[in-house]
């Protein structure tokens, strides 16, 4: 069955059942490998991308499910305010090690900054928990938040 | 750095060296690069010490300076987040007098000859947290050398004294006149210099990067989604394939009916292997479907009834017979009747999982004359020697691309998942990309073993230890994976952290008892033998601090007058983690130090305990002594990300066995520390011109013991046996 869904800005269709996950219509049928698997039961949060500017599990979100809400990946999500802030906010605190569960950190925390640009501890925990990191980025990542916030504050 | 040149080919003939112009010097030597520039190639001096026979120079490591001034270092380390791809060029580009953004990076192709690691045996691997150690000297000199050769090429094209000349910024620099002249253009000259016998290293106080908090050369392409992991590959026509192997290690497949699964709109192909069954399919969404719709049947071997409890029975019997001697200092036997006071304590370690971010995967093209393997790998010359053996194919047939790591940790030391994926390959025209589950990852690792320990001390009257004693029963992990390493009963790994303690003990007798576990593999896991060691030598020695009634950093100190650099570290962390201060009740600090990995660590680890026995861990203070820093930076994240690493294994770290299948499957089984858990960490340097010491493990074994001696000191719980068992920790009500 053909579905059109909209990533990026751009409409792609795609000939999958109706319940394939959308990450694997991203990274094996669209080739943006960007979003990652980890999990495939939304407990990792590596594929975490935007549908309609909610972080959102890719891997449990059947592609039938999405109709006409637009998609942001990693791939797009510098062309966003927040995420643009949160990805220099990376780059400059040096958070990255494997940088695996990176694509899925910087879509969580770009959504929590868009919606809410001075996040607390509590508002950081609440948003990030659900995204694992085994090489124990987290002390930094949470710098990073507070460092993009500050950024927002100033109206950059 | 331009990371899509970090995949390398082991067929790749453009890379490999000129052979022209080779000095006879025996660890380094240099001549013309195809294409007109500098090629100095580096010989690492083996483990066994044979590097010294100048006939049969095999260089290992090679920097090339071209004609257009870009920097190649081929080299056989890898990046799986450790820092490596940063701070290696960082030694190059010191002593060449180079910005590091013009060091480019080749991952060296498979070849164990060339590439072997000296301080893993001569094995190309990463892993030991070595990288830095191995090549502090030689890639220093080689800068060096490549640094004198350019000066004196400039100094003869204007027939001036090379003393009068300096490099800076890529250039050699003639003050007197002003005349300057880049690295690119004076390469091809400089190959016709004759190498420098001796070349002065810096001094460290003229350090400009080593010591500087350099930027990583690998990130920018992480946080953008660009860059390319193993599981990432695509090349043309590849298919996905996904696999379910036999839940019991060792088990067989019995039956299979594909009806269903074949009909998953997707689903091409149902491969069966002896122990596994695949699905083929065009993406891993329909493969996923399509397994889930395979109903196969199982013979489960002779590993139908096993169970953690049969291994841990297994092990505490073999503690009861002497061991391997790993180390015997003094008479311990003799010590033991003579002390006034007797502890005794007995640990247990469980199977751990690697639980890599990106799951196990191989990508394989095969076919009849070739097979190219794309992957990401510690070890790729064990890649191609595993996938050339599985496929029937010569070696210099198979062509191992390497790729990024998402997490290594020791996992991807192992080739189980390229046979695995050469297997499936077999029977699939073209490329296919082997993905496997989280469930079958975790299912299907190779484990960090179990262990059991049984100690023993004597205390003289002052509570002073006069006799240490230590067996222990466990798998090594070397004696499969390095089996030369392995002599008299023991390895090297196994027993690092049980012997050479910091602490003076007179009297002191190490005893490993070596027990592989029925149908359970074991492999190396972040800080692999220490992992094991340093929670069990720092836990006796809070209980012996705790039987002679002291204090557990007084009576750590008071044992360490010969160790200066271990008593710094301690010393300094209790400083700055408060130490002796008061806490709230159910809240306690535990201290731990080691000297591992050639780096000295101390650790204090603030613990809060719910009354529900629900452990939060909320402050560590670590001080480091890991000899000169090259990163400091790289440091600090090594220690925060070893920290969250051990915590996660002290609180929730176990895989468990019963009927012969690991009872956990995925993150809500096999629990991973989170945002919300993760404490506050201060990581505290003690500057040192000592050699490098290793950096990507020691935080993980340095906090397990931390945190648990932190848990006593909040409950007066003395916690033997891992994980964290919070319902012993409630409080009773």
Redesign the interface.
């Known amino acids: 069955m053909a579905t059109t869904i909209k990533v990026n800005g751009v409409d792609r269709t795609v000939d999958v059942d109706g319940d394939t996950p959308l990450l694997w219509v991203l990274r094996d049928v669209l080739g943006m490998t960007g979003t990652k698997f980890g999990c495939g039961m939304a407990l990792c949060g590596a594929c975490t991308v935007h549908v309609d500017g909610v972080a959102t599990r890719s891997c449990i979100t059947p592609i039938d499910s999405i109709g006409s809400s637009a998609i942001t990946t990693i791939e797009g999500i510098g062309a966003t305010a927040a995420g643009a802030k949160i990805q220099k906010a990376w780059l400059d605190g040096e958070v990255v090690q494997c940088g695996y569960c990176q694509s899925g950190q910087i879509m969580s925390a770009s959504a929590l900054l868009a919606s809410n640009p001075s996040p607390t501890d509590s508002d950081i925990d609440d948003a990030m928990s659900g995204n694992i990191c085994r090489c124990g980025t987290y002390v930094r990542i949470r710098e990073a938040i507070k460092q993009a916030a500050q950024s927002s504050g100033r109206g950059g | 750095m331009v990371l899509d040149q970090i995949t390398s080919r082991a067929a790749d003939s453009d890379r490999s060296p000129s052979e022209s112009g080779f000095s006879r010097r025996a660890f380094l030597q240099a001549g013309a690069a195809a294409g007109g520039g500098l090629l100095l190639s580096l010989r690492l001096p083996l483990a066994n010490g044979d590097a010294e026979a100048a006939d049969d120079f095999v260089p290992n490591a090679f920097i090339r300076i071209d004609r257009d001034g870009q920097i190649v270092l081929t080299m056989p380390y890898v990046e ?4 490596t791809y940063t701070s290696i060029p960082m030694l190059i580009a010191e002593e060449l007098e180079v910005d590091l953004s013009q060091v480019r990076l080749e991952h060296a192709p498979p070849n164990e000859k060339l590439y072997g690691n000296p301080l893993l045996g001569g094995i190309q691997a990463t892993g030991n947290s070595n990288a830095v150690r191995a090549s502090w000297q030689p890639l220093r000199q080689a800068g060096a050398t490549a640094r004198t050769m350019l000066v004196a090429a400039a100094a003869k094209r204007w027939n001036v004294d090379p003393g009068s000349c300096r490099a800076q910024s890529s250039e050699v620099l003639h003050a007197l006149t002003g005349r300057r002249v880049r690295y690119g253009e004076l390469a091809a000259d400089a190959a016709g210099m004759p190498v420098p016998e001796n070349v002065a290293l810096k001094r460290p106080a003229d350090f400009k990067l080593i010591g500087t ?1 350099a ?2 050369l ?3 392409a ?8 193993g ?2 590959v ?1 090349p043309p026509g590849v298919k ?1 394939a996904t696999l379910a192997q036999s839940p019991v290690f060792g088990g067989r497949v019995k039956r299979v009916d594909d009806a269903a699964a074949k009909a ?3 689903v091409r192909q149902i491969v069966q292997l002896d122990d596994a069954v695949a699905v083929v399919a ?5 493969a ?2 399509g397994l889930a719709a395979l109903v196969i049947e199982w013979d489960d071997g002779p590993h139908a009834k096993l169970s953690t409890q049969d291994i841990a029975d297994e092990l505490e019997r073999a503690t009861l017979n002497p061991g391997a001697i790993a180390q015997n200092i003094g008479d311990v036997d003799n010590a033991m009747a003579s002390a006034a006071s007797k502890v005794e304590a007995a640990y247990q370690l469980p199977f751990l999982a690697h ?5 196990m995967n191989c990508t394989v093209h095969l076919r009849r004359d070739g097979c190219d393997i794309w992957v990401g790998s510690q070890a790729i010359a064990r890649v191609q020697a595993a996938a050339a053996k599985t496929a029937g194919l010569p070696l210099d047939k198979v062509i191992v691309h390497n790729h ?6 020791g996992r991807r030391l192992e080739a189980d998942g390229a046979i695995r994926a050469v297997q499936i390959a077999q029977h699939v025209d073209g490329p296919v990309k082997v ?1 496997w ?2 469930e079958e990852d975790i299912q299907h690792d190779m484990y960090r073993p179990y262990w059991f320990d049984r100690l023993s001390a004597g205390l003289d009257t002052k509570g002073i230890p006069v006799a240490w004693k230590n067996r222990f029963a466990g798998s090594s992990v070397l004696a499969r994976y390095l089996p030369p390493t392995f002599n008299n009963g023991f390895d090297p790994d196994t027993v690092e952290g049980a012997i050479d303690l910091t602490y003076t003990l007179p009297n002191m007798r190490v005893e490993y008892v070596r027990v592989e576990p029925p149908g359970i593999p074991t492999a190396f896991w972040r800080s692999v033998g220490p992992s094991h060691n340093v929670f069990v030598t720092e836990s006796f020695m809070d209980e012996l601090a705790a039987a002679a009634k002291q204090d557990p950093v007084a009576y750590r100190l008071a044992l360490l007058e010969k160790n200066p650099r271990a008593k710094a570290v301690l010393a300094l962390a209790a400083e700055k983690a408060g130490w002796g201060q008061p806490l709230p009740e159910r809240v306690g600090r535990g201290v731990s130090l080691q000297f591992v990995f050639a780096t000295y660590m101390a650790h204090f680890a603030e613990v809060e305990v719910a009354k529900n026995g629900g452990v939060r861990v909320r402050r560590v203070v670590c001080a480091v002594d890991c000899g000169t820093v090259v990163n400091p ?1 790289t440091v600090r ?1 090594q220690i ?6 051990g915590i996660t294994a002290a609180l929730y770290g176990e895989v468990t066995v019963k009927n012969g299948r690991v009872q956990q499957t ?3 089984s096999y629990q ?5 858990e ?1 404490p ?2 201060e990581v505290h340097i003690v500057p040192s011109s000592e050699p490098p010491g290793g950096m990507g493990e020691a935080g993980t074994s340095a906090i397990v013991p931390a945190v648990t001696n932190a848990i006593f000191a909040a409950t007066g719980k003395r916690l033997r046996k891992l994980p964290v068992d919070a319902v012993a920790l409630r409080q009773p009500i």
């Open positions: 799986m987040g450790q820092g908090p930027k990583r690998d990130t920018p992480k946080v953008n989604g660009t860059a390319v992991y599981i990432d695509r996905i998953v709109k997707g065009d993406h891993m969404g329909a996923k479907k639980a890599t971010m990106e799951p990024l790591i998402g997490g290594g940790f993905v589950t989280r930076d994240a925060q990300s070893g920290i969250i690493f995925n993150f809500d991973m520390l989170r945002m919300n993760a506050a960490i």
